[in-house]
């Protein structure tokens, strides 16, 4: 995944918390044993500080995980490696939901604070 297809525009209201979120229903990866695809909800959750994360950039580093062979976990803690790293957000939280594989369901969230 290319975290460099990623941009940021300047927070016009840096003084105010607020909670932006992000949810994407569509996307898509693929199970690193099985080779089968995975279907899920990622949602995004941040209090801006500085930078706030530009949609048509995120739609496109989201496409990044549609071919790749990666697990739900680390999809997970990738994607808040990525944005908070880049954003330095006040707080964030990176949640997936996966459609059901064989009858199983997972959710799997992290979360970020800054220090």
Do not use: H, Q
């Not at 992000?22 to 941040?46: A, K, M, Q, W």
């Not at 790749?68 to 330095?88: K, P, S, V």
């Amino acid at each position: 995944m290319k975290k460099e297809i990623l941009e940021v525009f300047e927070n016009s209201y840096p003084g105010r918390e607020y909670t932006i979120e992000i949810v994407n229903p569509e996307f898509t990866s693929v199970c690193p044993i099985t080779g089968l695809p995975d279907f899920g909800t990622i949602t995004v959750r941040y209090v801006p500080d500085k930078k706030c994360i530009e949609l048509k950039s995120l739609k496109y580093y989201f496409l990044e995980f549609r071919n790749a062979g990666i697990f739900y976990e680390n999809i997970t803690n990738r994607i808040l490696d990525d944005l908070a790293g880049l954003l330095e957000p006040r707080s964030m939280t990176v949640i997936t939901e996966w459609k059901a594989r064989g009858g199983i369901t997972e959710t799997v969230s992290v979360d970020y604070r800054a220090s």
